[in-house]
């Protein structure tokens, strides 16, 4: 039951004198500050937080996640972010003392357990991609890419090589041109298809001697498996460029098909999204890295090694890394719960998990097609892109307008307005932790919706706290803090 | 969970055929002998309705998209999967081989504290709303986390002394190089960044990643004494510098001239990057008040647990100025059409989805659950709570430091003075011997720093959090001057 008085801001909640935590009294002799520390270092008081009573902090933080939707709650089919079900019992694996209240810089020889969990780790994700070097480090997917790109960056650099371009669909994620651009190189876009394939024409129009990655999503972004991987990889490969693969989409293909295999020399997995790890309202996630022998001595430090009798140890001693992009080993909580996932489900279960994602997938396909097109086709991967255009020509109802909508009936939105390459855009990833039964009523009232009143959409959602906030006035006029 | 108890049942059908077959199943994967499908719903019955309403005949038909040639031809080699039970087992095993602190004295630090953890957080962290949700690309489904998002922005800016913060970045690390990267986009002077050898050295290995081909010269500034000699710095500091990059307290927990820094760095026409200890703003002045123009920090001191370096969370805030510069998400308040208050992602024009390569940074993903632990630990602690930490830091920090540095054994390594952590040198230079005997007594000493700084092969960083007692101080100093036993000895009992 929603309760609003207690979501009031934390800064309209505070009242002088309040305090929700005791500190010990001090046990060692207590000298006054100045003589501790020069006057020039010292604040005069200290900063403004909220005072508060821990009953009001935890009715507060309580009520406001009542006023969100999530993958416990609530269907979620975001496309592109695979919000599966987040498994209870990798929560408990990663509050485990000797996992998760190890401190970064510890002993090696104090937590053989926790490095034998990370080294297997490195193991699984290569085995799982066909990569047979593995880095850990990264603590996202786009940080992933960014740790792969410049891995290739000094690659080409050991090899006395100069080159800038980076060749990516116009169906890739954002993050894709993004990395490219802050490990320094000029990313060119290839046109993709109607079906969602890359324009070979045009790839091989802007394919030259300067190549130095080619990036693709494969599954890609429309949920297709790229029917031109080889091709693709293979005049890449003959130009002396190199394959990244953006593994968003790995929960299509997982014991499927390899990247390694079908061309990759690079990819990077998001553990949170095929390996379950919870997205956390926005994060963490992590963004593991496996590439090819020949780009191992670059992978960012460190790794784990596994020594003839058994120990395991951290490899700083690389003189060709990249180096660190963030303190510490890595995102290892995010770890351990993907770790525990993957342990759960072995070799099989890892393969029946890409099978009922894309059974899902296809059936809501299936039934979603009779009302809104889906330019890519009949069939798909782990998800799909339809098209409200037809809608939005028609009845003026458009993809944002069935988003909101959907909110009212209970079921979180799909992605809309991405890919750029499908107009009104309706991307849809219903993930295997979903039924029939919630995929029957998704269908359902996603239909009911195209028939409804075009004026009640423009308007919706109108059962949820709050309906469309004005964007444009929060961009020209950013109230950014509170101010008091 | 559905099937069998052992899975046996339900596992076998699940490479399921629409009709009947007569041949076997189409699949190279033998069926599975395990209990391995504990997150999925659909029975036999459903895959069977399914495919027809697909109009296929198998699951494998539905891969027919990907080239034969292409695919896998085996199993993965990957251990058979274990059920709950089972599992639990096997990783209450290897946890079993490895100690935190929660059975080990920590005096670590460098960056990543053992500071005291209220059960609060782990409540709302723990809400399924707020851990199994995502960015809040719905607005009207996530006022929850937007909101939780823009008190801890406002926080930020309470405790940097700075106009505007983003709502979390990764990490301390990967924030020292955002802030840089901001900096140099945000300023026309892009030839060189001038950074204190004081700064975390795992920072400094980011800034140099990511700056890597981007023809920007790093310039380090060494800081023997243990903190940044002004005037070396200033003469560092070029037409060309876009910023100076600072911590405070150090590396070394010493405190820096931070005025005097910046001026420099401003006299100069540079900008000035600061890393800080959330904490230390108990008691110390905050990035904007000695005048940063971009702070950054390490956010996991603020109630997230050591996890072993991740995940934690980065702080970045910086001057209204700046803000078109900023990377990663941020949350404004606005109305929304009835008129009624409420928060929305916001200057989305910054970022990668819209933007791509003209971005400020590629940042997609953040640490929003992390975000939301600082912003329930401040919450708890309040201003007085934040001082008497602080506070408590420093008292326990300095006796510890004091007692040691009055033994025969041990002498600081620096004369500056400290907050929360100290450099002391151990005059045998048996550093490893002495990180071996802690641990079998039950504690974990403090953080080498050879390897960073080859000057200080005989040194350790020690740490002291607002949990460490007067008895454990007593007992690592104690423990530190001890003849080192010939025989293994007995541990000390643990201590909490």
């Known amino acids: ?484 | 969970m559905w099937g069998t108890p052992d899975g046996h049942a339900t596992n076998q059908v699940l490479t399921f055929v629409a009709s009947p077959a007569k041949s076997p199943p189409k699949t190279h994967i033998p069926p599975p002998k395990s209990a391995s499908m504990p997150y999925l719903y659909n029975t036999p019955e459903d895959v069977a309705e399914m495919l027809t309403a697909i109009g296929a005949k198998s699951i494998d038909e539905l891969f027919e998209m990907v080239p034969e040639d292409l695919r896998f031809k085996r199993p993965l080699n990957l251990p058979a999967a274990q059920g709950e039970m089972e599992l639990e087992g096997t990783l209450r095993a290897m946890a079993a081989r490895s100690t935190g602190v929660g059975t080990k004295v920590c005096f670590l630090g460098g960056g990543a504290y053992d500071h005291f953890i209220p059960a609060v957080i782990d409540t709302v962290a723990g809400r399924s709303e707020f851990y199994t949700s995502y960015t809040p690309y719905q607005p009207e489904v996530s006022q929850g986390n937007l909101q939780a998002m823009f008190e801890f922005q406002s926080l930020m800016t309470r405790i940097t002394g700075l106009d505007v913060s983003n709502s979390s970045l990764y990490d301390g690390g990967s924030a020292a190089a955002e802030g840089v990267l901001m900096a140099l986009h945000g300023s026309s002077r892009d030839g060189r960044v001038v950074v204190a050898e004081s700064v975390h050295p795992e920072y400094r290995s980011a800034i140099a990643t990511y700056l890597a081909n981007l023809g920007v010269e790093i310039v380090t500034v060494p800081t023997p004494g243990g903190v940044v000699d002004v005037k070396q710095l200033a003469a560092e500091i070029t037409p060309q510098t876009a910023c100076v990059v600072l911590q405070q307290p150090n590396f070394f927990g010493c405190l820096e001239d931070a005025d005097a820094i910046c001026q420099a760095a401003h006299d100069a026409g540079a900008l000035v990057v600061a890393a800080f200890d959330p904490i230390s703003t108990g008691i110390l002045k905050r990035p904007g008040d000695y005048g940063a123009d971009i702070a950054i920090a390490e956010g996991q001191n603020l109630g997230s647990p050591l996890a072993y370096g991740g995940p934690y969370l980065g702080i970045i805030a910086c001057r209204e100025s700046l803000v078109r510069r900023m990377p990663g998400r941020i949350v404004g308040r606005t109305t929304d059409r009835r008129g009624k208050p409420c928060y929305t992602l916001t200057l989305q024009t910054r970022e990668q989805h819209i933007r791509r390569e003209k971005a400020t940074s590629n940042v997609c993903s953040n640490q929003a659950l992390f975000a939301l632990r600082a912003t329930v630990y401040l919450s708890l602690l309040g201003p007085q709570g934040l001082r008497d930490t602080a506070e408590l830091c420093l008292q326990k920090s300095r006796y510890l430091a004091d007692e040691l540095a009055a033994t025969d054994r041990f002498e600081l390594a620096f004369d500056a003075p400290t907050f929360k952590e100290f450099v002391v040198r151990d005059r045998e230079g048996k550093v490893d011997e002495l990180i071996a005997h802690g641990l079998t007594a039950g504690m974990l000493i403090g953080v080498p720093l050879g390897n960073w700084y080859p000057d200080l092969a005989d040194c350790l960083l020690i740490a002291v959090t607002e949990k460490r007692t007067r008895a454990e101080l007593d007992a690592l100093v104690k423990c530190l001057t001890a003849k080192p036993a010939r025989t293994r000895e007995k541990p000390l009992a643990a201590t909490r």
Request: hydrophobic share 40%; glycine share 8%; aromatic share 8%.
């Open chain 1, 1 to 484: 039951m929603r309760n609003t008085r207690d979501t009031k801001s934390l800064f309209e909640l505070s009242k002088p004198g309040r305090r929700a935590t005791l500190l010990p009294k001090c046990d060692v002799p207590a000298r006054p500050l100045g003589s501790l520390l020069p006057a020039s270092v010292l604040a005069d008081l200290p900063p403004q937080l909220p005072e508060l009573s821990e009953p009001a902090v935890v009715r507060h933080f309580v009520n406001l996640s009542t006023q969100n939707m999530s993958v416990d709650t609530h269907f979620y089919p975001l496309g592109s972010c695979t919000m599966k079900h987040n498994p209870k019992r990798n929560e408990r694996a990663a509050a485990m003392p000797g996992f998760g209240d190890v401190h970064p810089y510890a002993p090696e020889a104090a937590i053989q357990g926790l490095l034998e969990l990370l080294y297997d780790m490195q193991q699984y994700l290569s085995e799982i991609s066909g990569l047979p070097a593995c880095s850990l480090h990264p603590a996202a997917g786009a940080h992933g890419e960014l740790a792969a790109l410049l891995v290739a960056a000094a690659y080409f650099r050991d090899r006395g090589e100069k080159r800038t371009k980076v060749l990516a669909p116009d169906s890739a994620h954002g993050t894709n041109p993004a990395s490219a651009a802050m490990a320094g190189f000029d990313t060119v876009t290839v046109k993709t298809l109607k079906t969602g394939a890359v324009d070979l024409d045009d790839f091989r129009a802007k394919l030259d001697d300067n190549i130095a990655v080619f990036m693709i999503t494969n599954p890609n972004t429309v949920g297709i498996f790229e029917p031109s991987m080889k091709i693709i990889a293979d005049e890449v490969h003959a130009r002396g460029g190199l394959i990244y693969l953006d593994g968003a989409n790995m929960n299509a293909i997982l014991g499927v098909a390899r990247p390694g295999d079908f061309g990759a020399d690079m990819q990077h997995y998001n553990p949170h999204k095929t390996f379950s790890g919870p997205h956390g309202g926005g994060g963490p996630g992590a963004g593991p890295i496996c590439v090819t022998e020949a780009l191992a001595p670059y992978l960012p430090m460190p790794i784990v090694r596994k020594s003839s009798s058994g120990q395991f140890s951290l490899d700083f001693s690389m003189p060709k890394s990249i180096g660190h992009l963030r303190a510490f080993f890595g995102n290892t909580g995010v770890l351990v719960r993907a770790y525990t996932y993957i342990r759960a489900h072995g070799p099989d279960g890892l393969r029946r998990v890409s099978e009922h994602a894309v059974l899902n997938a296809n059936y809501l396909l299936s039934k979603i097609k009779h009302f809104l097109p889906v330019p890519q086709g009949e069939r798909c991967m782990h998800e799909f892109v339809a098209s409200g255009a037809d809608l939005k020509a028609t009845k003026g109802v458009s993809a944002m307008d069935l988003a909101k909508r959907l909110l009212d009936y209970g079921f979180h939105a799909p992605t809309v307005y991405f890919p750029l390459t499908v107009k009104e855009a309706i991307m849809i990833e219903p993930t295997e932790s979903e039924s029939k039964e919630t995929l029957d009523a998704f269908a359902e009232v996603l239909f009911r919706i195209t028939e409804e009143d075009p004026e009640l959409l423009h308007e919706a959602p109108h059962s949820t706290p709050i309906s469309r906030p004005n964007e444009v006035q929060a961009a020209r006029e950013p109230v950014l803090s509170w101010k008091s």
